[in-house]
Every structure is written in structure tokens, then in C-alpha cells.
């Protein structure tokens, strides 16, 4: 067994006997992995600040391929603390933690390390956190093999007249293939959801969305995650009563 060392974010932990956790921990050298912080509970234990969600660091374990790794230590790069203070800032948080620990059960990708990574970062730095979370999902369908058609028409195939955007037949639709008593969204909206898609989230410096493409998107999203991913958490629900709130 070897120590290795690599940059990785706590997703979730688990209680372990008496006074250890075991740490579900994204990465990026490994994906998602499986790492036992022994007598973390203990209130003088090194690693007691680590063994939590959102520790983010440099890690330094004791790592077995397809095992439960040891934890040695873990060097904070970024402690999040505008997150940390924050009850709706903390509360997406949560949730891209939760997203993000599904997904990569399903696809054990280390790019997802950089996606989460850099939109924590961004809500960190002040950028609306509704709106990057609505750009992550977006993205994390790729990795879930289930994207909306958002380069033409989804039933015909026509890049020509895109007027709607529709969850149920999997993303845009051009004027020949809508249908009677059919809700559409504002033209903003099919456009800003494909600047989404392939927007660099790490070189965002600013985000200047209107509330109803915000809340269409949210709309379009839920529904589409509901139709085709099989992913229901409950911190998606604490989320749409903190959205109530604002």
C-alpha cells in the first residue's frame, strides 16, 4: 500500500464504529472514491475538519485501487467560507455535492471533479448560484448519457426555425413540428439554454440572466431530470423551499 497524493472534495460522509468516518471523496486523479478518515469524530483528531462535506484540499491517503483508501491528511486549498456563511449559497452547495456524488456513481468521469470544482468556485466568488447550478445540470446529462437535443429540432432533425424548447420530446423544436395547446418559452430562453451548454464555467465573470429565462430553464430541467435520469434527492427539495424564500 502506497501513499499518494492528489487534489479531491468530500462529497459525503458516513459514521464508521466508534469514532471514524468513511468519506465519499470526488477527485481528480481517480474519480470517485472511498476513503476511511480513522478517529476523525474525535474532537482533537488532525482530521476532524477534513472528514466533513465541502473539505477541499490537497489529500494525502494511503490508496488502494477499488478499496476503501486511509486518509493521512488533507491541506485546505479553499475552505469556501462565503459558502459556509451563506444559508442559500451552502444550500446549492449541498445539493451539486449530492448531484454530483449520483452521477459519478453512474460514471466515474475525473472531468467531474473540474466542473464541480470550478462552480463552487464561482458561487464562492458571488455569481448567482441558481444560475451555475442550471449550467452544471445541464452539463451532468452529458455524463448521464440523456442530453436535450440543442443543435436542432428534436423530432425532425432541422436546424431552421427553432421556436420551443420541450422536455418531454428531449429539447428544441422548429415551427413544423409543435404542437396544438402547447406551452412555449420565451425566445431567450432556447437561446441562453445552448450558451449553457457549452459555456465554459470557469471563464464566467458575469451572469446577466432575466428572471422568467431563469425560471423556464429551472422548469425545463426539473422536468427533464424527472423524465430521463431516475435521480430524486432530497436535497433538491430543501433547495426549491429555499428558492421560495427568495
Known amino acids: 500500500m502506497k501513499i499518494e497524493e492528489f487534489n479531491g472534495i468530500v462529497l459525503s460522509?458516513?459514521?464508521f464504529k466508534e469514532s471514524s468516518?468513511?468519506?465519499?471523496?470526488?477527485?481528480?486523479?481517480?474519480?470517485?472514491?472511498?476513503?476511511?478518515?480513522?478517529?476523525?469524530r474525535n474532537i482533537k483528531s488532525k482530521l476532524r475538519s477534513a472528514a466533513n462535506p465541502l473539505a477541499y484540499g490537497t489529500i494525502n491517503a494511503y490508496y488502494k485501487e477499488d478499496k476503501l483508501s486511509t486518509l493521512i491528511s488533507l491541506d485546505v486549498i479553499n475552505s469556501f467560507s462565503n459558502i459556509q456563511k451563506d444559508l442559500e449559497k451552502i444550500s446549492y452547495a449541498n445539493y451539486l455535492l449530492d448531484l454530483?456524488?449520483?452521477?459519478?456513481?453512474q460514471a466515474n468521469d475525473s472531468d467531474l471533479f473540474d466542473l464541480?470544482?470550478?462552480?463552487?468556485?464561482?458561487?464562492?466568488?458571488g455569481l448567482n448560484p441558481r444560475i451555475i447550478t442550471q449550467i452544471v445540470e445541464l452539463k451532468l446529462l452529458d455524463y448521464l448519457g440523456v442530453s436535450p437535443k440543442l443543435d436542432s429540432c428534436a423530432i425532425c432533425g432541422s436546424q431552421n426555425n427553432i421556436v420551443n424548447?420541450?422536455?418531454?420530446?428531449?429539447?428544441?423544436?422548429?415551427?413544423?413540428?409543435?404542437e396544438d395547446n402547447m406551452n412555449f418559452v420565451d425566445s431567450k430562453t432556447i437561446r441562453v439554454i445552448r450558451q449553457y451548454y457549452y459555456v465554459d464555467i470557469s471563464k464566467i465573470t458575469k451572469l446577466d440572466?432575466?428572471?422568467?429565462?431563469?425560471?423556464?430553464?429551472?422548469?425545463?430541467?426539473?422536468?427533464?431530470?424527472d423524465r430521463?435520469?431516475?435521480?430524486?434527492?432530497?436535497?433538491k427539495s430543501f433547495l426549491k423551499q429555499i428558492q421560495k424564500l427568495n
Open 100 to 105: 454530483f456524488l449520483q452521477v459519478s456513481r
Open 116 to 125: 464541480l470544482i470550478n462552480a463552487l468556485i464561482k458561487i464562492e466568488d
Open 21 to 40: 468516518k468513511i468519506l465519499n471523496v470526488l477527485t481528480d486523479k481517480y474519480g470517485l472514491i472511498g476513503i476511511m478518515a480513522k478517529g476523525a
Open 13 to 15: 460522509t458516513t459514521n
Open 209 to 225: 440572466i432575466k428572471d422568467i429565462t431563469i425560471k423556464q430553464i429551472d422548469e425545463f430541467l426539473d422536468d427533464y431530470y
Open 228 to 235: 430521463y435520469t431516475g435521480l430524486y434527492l432530497k436535497s
Open 165 to 178: 424548447l420541450s422536455s418531454f420530446h428531449g429539447g428544441y423544436l422548429c415551427s413544423n413540428c409543435i
